[in-house]
T-cell receptor, first 118, second 114 residues
Framework: DTGVSQDPRHKITKRGQNVTFRCDPI?????LYWYRQTLGQGPEFLTY????????KSRLLSDRFSAERPKGSFSTLEIQRTEQGDSAMYLC????????????????FGPGTRLTVL | DAKTTQPPSMDCAEGRAANLPCNHS???????VYWYRQIHSQGPQYIIH???NNETNEMASLIITEDRKSSTLILPHATLRDTAVYYC???????????????FGQGTTLQVKP
């Protein structure tokens, strides 16, 4: 299967600890997105990369959050000093932006990483 | 904030057509209507999109009103596996200067019953 993968699928941590999530996009996709989803709500945009460049960050992404995409391949999302309010599903998506003659490039989502902060 | 309004939940009998409405009265001329769905414990999945003409693919049909202020997603023969949260999204999600980010609302939870 060559879809988007995320690791780990579940993470339980204590408040104040640091956590890091990994996303492996579809290999030829140049754009990578991170979203956060809390219970009963739709996903909320956090940030995105085009190749290795991080081009936009949501105001939801506090200073405790950092994301990287070295070499334009996989991406990591780190949360420092976790808080109980960080408990959520973290979703990654990728797309092949600009490679289809200007038509819409659908986003392919991974299964998500569910974070529980105790 | 999401620019769409959807009913929070709907039921449909297995084998019947499921018609999911969406209101987007503030849609701009260059904005498309997109539909994604999210099956429990999975990431969202693209279904279909359209500008002003009706669209059909192997998954669903999209009917957009002439004034473009509302649309309906139709699953012609719903199965139990179509039970999911369906999100209607509007946006101009293309162009080199566009982020392409998706702005989700709360969606409609469709329950397909045997």
């Amino acid at each position: 299967d060559t879809g988007v993968s995320q690791d780990p699928r579940h993470k339980i941590t204590k408040r104040g600890q640091n956590v890091t999530f990994r996303c492996d996009p579809i290999s030829e996709h140049n754009r990578l997105y991170w979203y956060r989803q809390t219970l009963g709500q739709g996903p909320e945009f956090l940030t995105y990369f085009q190749n290795e460049a991080q081009l936009e960050k949501s105001r939801l992404l506090s200073d405790r959050f950092s994301a990287e995409r070295p070499k334009g391949s996989f991406s990591t999302l780190e949360i420092q000093r976790t808080e109980q309010g960080d408990s959520a599903m973290y979703l990654c998506a990728s797309s092949s932006w600009g490679t289809s003659g200007g038509t819409y490039n659908e986003q392919f989502f991974g299964p998500g990483t569910r974070l529980t902060v105790l | 904030d999401a620019k769409t309004t959807q009913p929070p939940s709907m039921d449909c009998a297995e084998g019947r057509a499921a018609n999911l409405p969406c209101n987007h009265s503030t849609i701009s001329g260059n904005e498309y209507v997109y539909w994604y769905r999210q099956i429990h414990s999975q990431g969202p999945q693209y279904i279909i999109h359209g500008l002003k003409n009706n669209e059909t693919n192997e998954m669903a049909s999209l009917i957009i009103t002439e004034d473009r202020k509302s649309s309906t997603l139709i699953l012609p023969h719903a199965t139990l596996r179509d039970t999911a949260v369906y999100y209607c999204i509007v946006g101009a999600l293309w162009g080199s200067s566009n982020t392409g980010k998706l702005i989700f609302g709360q969606g409609t939870t469709l329950q397909v019953k045997p």
